[in-house]
């Protein structure tokens, strides 16, 4: 039999299938999506010619429901393929603070986690060293016991003239932005070669995607990954244990797999879904592994809170597609419990492009060359990225109107901000306004919304089984051979983008798992 | 890493890549049909006579700067146009917008395909269409052509960067201003 069926084959999923393959054990990784080569000539060709390189949504499979105005974009960015989002995600990976991981305790708010920052801090580590994270040590960021596996890419030339200087002349600081992006040659990977393009896509495999550790697991002959093979349900085999998982493959044709031990890496929405699929007798009458009631539930993403500039010189953007700094300034928890952190993120990758303001000019020939030339490279953007709280409310359920194209029922999301958010979202644009006013901009404007890519805390980790879905380690609390990868375990969201966490966990996770099946 | 050596292994990509596709491009599909009556050939349902027309259109929507010779702007506007044919569905109406443009080169001076027109009359052809109302298949094809040129390498020269998004740059490009000579 199988050692362990990992169901999701993006980054949770890759990395427990990795780090058990590693250990000798024998795994079957599924993922309802197509294997597509992330950095194929044509893909990065079709990128060159303005066509989109990703079949990005399959409406029959994808299909969801949103009862919230927040939720509408579910699809807009999760992609459902072997190596998941991280085939375009824009890597970075900075880590949460480690009040973040105590927030009950130190505010009387949201909830603990059941481990501490300190006891996930060598995982930070290894997950950093895996996935290849350029940075450096900074006065306010999280505490590190190792420096980073790679130096820190250089600062913009928009960072050095002009976000340095306006935050220094607001009494803020600025620290490097750590990224999933080779700053030299990493891992047989290349180093960044200034492409730009890094979403969506990265053609010189500089950006780490999960298929890094897709491939290292098939190596050891260990793995056996199966694509567009799509898990309907989990069967129990006991009362506390999980049998077999009923998948359907490309051509339609069910099936069935058993394993030993069985790992849910399929992302925040969808590992809610199965395990309210998957609903049987007894105690998982309303889900399996939800005797909490908490399946689906505290489901959060990340505020975000922009601020934009036109400014009076040209700042040099689009030449990196990612920005080189951050701010830890704001990410102290000072506003709790009333409003939250912000994680400061300069951008000069703003403004319309030379192909916008062509396409909007109205013009053509010598006439259109003046207005691009006169018009492109002013625009900057400062964007706080802020905590969310674990609303009961905010949620992934099972719709009772809309079935996918197997039948079974979309899930209905359910998103929404509340005072702490607002107040939050509130902060990142006063602070916004405060340090690019210091630029003496010619215009500034505001907008806001949520991180769409993120879906935190839908089968969240806690010590009380009955306050929780899962324990430390990311076993269900009620079955025994059933553990959760990905951030579905966050009990709260901090203000920084999870892959990172996502992947020490699922590195935890795995390294027990390899132990004890 | 020196200069040189990074220019050695952006061009050497830039280069596999390049056969790579050329190979690719071979086995995905290249519609070369037997040549026509009057000897026309079409790679990718374009004939070659469209394409020259298509080329000699970009010319005058992106006319030719220090920066920016005119061979460069040929050379995009064909990429992009073949690039384009070959992966929509449909693809744009570079065939009738082009009909458009011969009415008119023909109106203009008879006899005459567009790109044998004066560099004057080109333009006052392409104003003209420009100009009418409402919108013809010629403007949806001049938009598409400036959306490609702009989008690629002339765009990004006009406004003083050497690349763009999608093309390798010097490593520390993005360090220095972009005014820097």
């Known amino acids: 039999m199988t050692d362990v069926c990992v169901i999701g084959a993006g980054v949770a999923g890759a990395l427990v299938a990795c780090e058990l393959a590693e250990a000798g054990r024998s795994v079957v990784l ?6 597509l080569d992330e950095a194929a000539a044509e893909r990065y060709e079709r990128v060159r010619l303005g066509l989109d390189p990703w079949e990005w949504e399959d ?6 429901e949103a009862s919230s105005e927040l939720a509408a974009g579910v699809n807009s960015s999760r992609m459902k393929c072997v190596g998941g989002t991280t085939l375009h ?5 900075p880590r949460l603070q480690p009040a973040d991981f105590e927030v009950r305790s130190r505010f009387g708010i949201a909830r603990d986690w059941p481990v501490s920052y300190d006891a996930i801090e060598p995982y930070y580590v290894r997950a950093e060293r895996e996935l290849g994270v350029a940075g450096a040590d900074a006065p306010g960021a999280p505490p590190r016991s190792a420096p980073y596996p790679l130096p820190p890419h250089p600062y913009s030339h928009a960072d050095s003239a002009f976000f340095f200087p306006a935050f220094d ?12 992006v080779n700053s030299e040659a ?6 960044c070669l200034g492409f730009a393009t890094c979403w969506p896509m990265c053609p010189s495999r500089a950006k780490y995607t999960a298929m890094v550790h897709i491939r290292r697991a098939e190596a050891t002959g260990n793995v056996e990954v199966r694509a567009q093979c799509h898990v309907r349900r989990l069967r129990l085999a006991s009362d506390r244990r999980v049998g077999r998982a009923e998948c359907v493959d490309a051509a339609g044709r069910a099936g069935s797999i058993e394993a030993k031990a069985f790992v849910l890496a399929a992302g925040g929405v969808e590992n809610a879904r199965l395990l309210l699929l998957s609903a049987a007798d007894g105690r998982h009458r309303d889900g399996l592994g939800n005797a909490s009631g908490l399946v689906g539930r505290t489901l959060m993403s990340h505020t975000l809170a922009g601020v934009r500039a036109t400014l009076r010189e040209r700042v040099g953007g689009h030449r990196l597609g990612y920005g080189t700094t951050l701010s830890w300034d704001l990410y102290d928890h000072a506003t709790y419990p009333h409003a939250g952190n912000v994680l400061l993120f300069p951008s000069d990758l703003q403004g319309p492009t030379p192909a916008q303001i062509a396409r909007d000019a109205g013009s053509w020939g010598r006439l259109l060359q003046e207005r691009v030339r006169d018009g492109y490279g002013y625009n900057v953007k400062l964007v706080a990225e802020g905590d969310m709280l674990p609303h009961a409310d905010n949620r992934v359920a099972l719709s009772t109107t809309q079935r996918d194209r197997l039948g079974d029922p979309v899930p209905v999301v359910t998103l929404r901000t509340s005072a702490f958010e607002e107040a939050t979202i ?3 644009h006063e602070v916004g306004r405060r340090v690019l006013s210091h630029l003496r901009p010619r215009a500034l404007w505001t907008d806001q919304g949520v991180f769409l890519a993120h879906f935190l805390g839908t089968t969240a980790m806690g010590t009380d089984p009955g306050a929780a879905v899962c324990d430390g380690l990311g076993r269900c609390h009620e079955l025994d051979n059933l553990y959760i990868a990905g951030s579905s375990l966050f009990p709260t969201s901090g203000a920084a983008h999870p892959t990172l966490l996502i992947a020490a966990l699922a590195i935890r996770t795995g390294e027990h798992l390899a132990r004890s099946v | 890493m020196t200069r040189r050596a990074f220019l050695a292994v952006a061009t050497g990509i830039a280069g596999a890549v390049a056969a790579v596709y050329a190979l ?24 070659d006579n469209e394409l020259r027309a298509l080329t000699a259109l970009a010319l005058v929507l992106f006319p030719p700067t220090t920066r920016v010779p005119g061979t460069h702007v040929e050379r995009t506007a064909e990429w992009w146009v073949r690039g384009r044919v070959a992966r929509m569905t449909p693809p744009p109406p570079y065939r009738a917008g082009l009909a458009l443009l011969a009415e008119e080169a023909v109106a203009l001076q008879p006899g005459s395909a567009f790109r044998e027109l004066s560099a004057a ?5 392409v104003a003209k269409l420009m100009a009418a109302h409402p919108e013809t298949a010629f403007h949806t094809t001049a938009a598409d052509l400036i959306e490609g040129l702009y989008a690629s390498l002339p765009g990004w020269r006009l406004v003083g960067y050497d690349a763009g998004p999608g093309m390798p740059n010097l490593p520390l490009a993005y360090t220095t201003s972009p005014d820097t000579p």
């Open chain 1, 59 to 64: 409406p029959g499979r994808d299909a969801f």
């Open chain 1, 30 to 35: 599924l993922d309802t999506g197509a294997r």
């Open chain 1, 89 to 93: 995600w824009n890597a970075y990976a």
């Open chain 2, 24 to 47: 690719a491009r071979g086995r995905i599909g290249r519609n070369e049909a037997p040549p026509d009556a009057a000897g026309n050939t079409a790679v990718d349902g374009l004939t």
């Open chain 2, 121 to 125: 009359d080109r333009e006052r052809v």
């Open chain 1, 426 to 428: 509130a902060r990142g």
């Open chain 1, 169 to 180: 002349a607001a009494g803020l600081s600025l620290a490097t932005n750590p990224m999933a």
């Open chain 1, 186 to 191: 990493y891992d047989g990977r290349s180093t």
